[in-house]
């Protein structure tokens, strides 16, 4: 009876794994837990004990990352890097830590190509960042840094940005190492630090260790965004390009005095309706051609009042109903237009001082191709006010670059991308913040940001915000997708 009491559990699982496939295979995965992968990929050839091993060991490293506290500043970074090294020494995983500075450091780490591969092809990279922005714990529902499983999700900042893609690239290359998986081309895993905020980690590697990218083809990176909806992946966009950050500082100078008697033209009565006009004011709609792509792939899904402007978006924008429609939709408007976001202010230190300046920073993100110094003097001349000067905080403008879609790595995203998502659009992206890919590019790296996990729009807004999480089951179920990416475009 025992005996066959196990059988009829066996069987029960059996089913189950297959029914998860099966939904895995229609799109309907990201609403329920994992323990298969899609048919035709590498991990469709590996046991159910053993993605269901990886799976678990995906959900309790997140939550062992999500607990180290590397908010930037200071970063503290070492902590992270002492957490992948323990794991990549276990697994026997070639690796090498370098602290750059006390405290903040990267970790290198890389499986080689076959031995009997005459004529390897150039390296992968799998690169993320360790470090977190910063929260405020009094408005979480959960300790930030608690890595707390509750409502089916690991809560923690990092789990959006970008700790999960991280752990997922941890768990790949830990996959590669277990499952023995030839390759034709090294597997390179590198984790820096302060990409949050001077990007010193990815300088300090490329200046110092260069030698260590191995004159890579490929990069893979944050910056994909895979858009959840009613329970159905919208589409996998690939980050083939990003805007370019240009931070702005606005200072309005005044006549200082008491609080207690007003004054017109103080400094923050000058600031406020600087920023007011600022606020107001429209930056020119304009239409790169990986959008124009990217619109025109998205059509067929739009509703019909909305579909013959994402087929002709050039013209569309010449229309004022749809110019109006580009300002109230957050994920259009960023698309076809420099941004600009009011971030800072300050002022007096004392309430009833009014202070000889006031300040305001401003965080602009230029599209690829566009004029930094055309931008600054369009918003001096909007502010018109000799009292107020708008001036540069970047050291450096970044000039903005692109990485091209007609190579075999894409071509293994969009391929394991349609077998995980039917009829899911896999389309090139822009995305709306800056990544470390445009450092990478100049060295002749093609660089991409892919996400291996869904989020809906709640989920991906928790990015840098309050509460931020991820679903289990998209922990359990992104490391997998990953790996079968990377064995599509590096396994013999």
Known sequence: ??????????????????????????????????????DGTASAHLSLDHLQQYSDLAVTWMQEYLR??????????????????KILDQEGIENR????????????????????????KRPI????????????????????????????????????????????????????????????????????????????????????????????EFLINEGGENLLENGRVRYVGVDVGEKTTYWLHVVAHGRPGHGSRPIEDSAPNRLVRALDRILAYRTPLRVLPVVEEFLRDMAPYEPPDRAPYYRNIRKA?????????????????????????????????QTNVIPPEAWANLDVRIL??????????????????????????????????YSPT?????????????KYFPGTPVVPHITSGYTENQRYRPLGISAYGFNPYTATDEEGNTEHG?????????VRRGPLILFDVIAAVAAK
């Open 368 to 401: 690829p191709g566009g004029d930094p110094t055309a931008v600054l003097e369009a918003l001096r001349r909007v502010v018109n006010d000799p009292d107020v000067t708008i001036e540069p905080l970047n050291a450096e403008f970044r000039v903005a670059n």
């Open 317 to 349: 924008i010449e229309e004022p109903k749809f110019q109006e429609e580009v300002e109230r939709d957050e994920s259009l408007n960023f698309l076809l237009r420099d941004t600009i976001s009011l971030t800072m202010l300050g002022g007096s230190e």
């Open 1 to 38: 009876m025992k005996r066959w009491r196990a059988l009829l559990a066996l069987t029960a699982w059996l089913l189950c794994g297959l029914v998860l496939n099966c939904g895995l295979m229609w799109g309907e995965s990201a609403a329920q837990p994992v323990l298969g992968s899609a």
């Open 97 to 120: 830590a370098f602290e750059y500075s006390p405290g903040r450091g990267d970790l290198w780490a890389r499986i080689p190509h076959d031995a009997a591969v005459s004529t390897p």
């Open 125 to 216: 990279i799998l690169l993320n960042h360790m470090d977190v922005v910063t929260s405020d714990a009094s408005h979480w529902k959960v300790p930030p840094f608690s890595g707390e499983i509750r409502d089916g999700y690991i809560w923690g900042r990092g789990a959006q940005d970008m700790k999960d893609e991280g752990l997922a690239q941890l768990v790949a290359m830990v996959m590669l190492k277990r499952e023995k998986t030839v390759l034709d081309r090294d597997v390179i895993f590198l984790a820096v630090a302060d990409e949050e905020a001077e990007g010193t980690g990815t300088d300090w590697f490329i200046k110092n260790q260069r030698e260590l990218l191995g004159n890579a």
């Open 466 to 474: 309050n509460d931020e999480r991820i679903r289990v089951e998209e």
């Open 406 to 418: 007609d190579n075999a790595l894409f071509a293994a995203i969009r391929e394991v991308s349609g």
């Open 68 to 85: 180290i506290d590397t908010t930037n500043p200071p970063g503290n970074e070492m902590r992270a890097v002492a957490f992948y090294k």
